[in-house]
């Protein structure tokens, strides 16, 4: 379950009272501040305005600091075994920026994939 945290203190929970989920699309990046993704074994933590991101409390700070324009990444991969009703779901959250190198503009992402037994950490 995701939750986007804005600037301003408001939040957009990704299910409503009743129960209905709301799609990613709906969030406004604008204003967002955090998102966090909650799962019964794991707590991701990605603060948009500089960059750290937490699992779990424990501190991922890839070092571009606070005046890059970090843009949102999240999206879920669900994979079903035929025979097994139980789908395996792996979420993945995390952010890109552009960054300048020797070779000009690059594009940089931090995504963390979210299991029962384990995080992963992919560095593009």
Known sequence: MWTALYTDGDKLLQFDAEGNERLFSGIDQGRLHKFIVSTP?????????DGLIKVNGIKFDFGFGEDKDYRLIYFRRVRRTLGND???????????TTVQGSQGSVNVKRIFGIEPDKVTIQCD
């Open 41 to 49: 074994y794991k707590e991701i933590i990605v603060n948009i305005k």
């Open 86 to 96: 139980v789908p395996n779901i792996k979420e993945h959250v995390g952010w890109q």
